[in-house]
């Protein structure tokens, strides 16, 4: 599985992005997707997660204003950030957990700033 994250940027607080991590390789053997973020300084944090039937977690502190989901193809998942808060910035990260190998596959980082 290969993943590729896009989608960060600048963006006043308040303001909104949509990440895009988007799978190819062996999809269907994914079971769960997920959105973690390394601020400055800190260790990597899970932001949302995804699974293959639909189920959705989201971390405490972004739940209301991101919403996490797939397309139809189960290729591509996205992480709609509303209302965001300096606090969100961070570089953001997706993986992918497979059914069939049981390892997890990472897509290269995308960065989101929000300035005050």
């Known amino acids: 599985v290969q993943l590729q994250a896009s989608g960060g940027g600048l963006v006043q607080a308040g303001g909104s992005l949509r990440l895009s991590c988007a799978a190819s390789?062996?999809?269907?053997?994914?079971?769960?997707m997920q959105w973690f973020r390394q601020a400055p300084g800190k260790g990597r944090e899970l932001v949302a997660g995804?699974?293959?039937?639909?189920?959705?977690n989201y971390a405490d502190s972004v739940k209301g204003r991101f919403s996490i989901s797939r397309d139809g193809a189960k290729s591509t998942m996205y992480l709609q950030m509303n209302s965001l808060k300096p606090e969100d910035t961070a570089v953001y990260y997706c993986?992918?957990?497979?059914?069939?190998?049981?390892?997890?596959?990472w897509g290269q980082g995308t960065l989101v700033t929000v300035s005050s």
């Open positions: 995804v699974t293959r039937d639909g189920s959705t």
């Open positions: 993986n992918a957990e497979s059914g069939s190998t049981f390892l997890t596959y």
């Open positions: 390789g062996s999809i269907l053997s994914i079971v769960r």
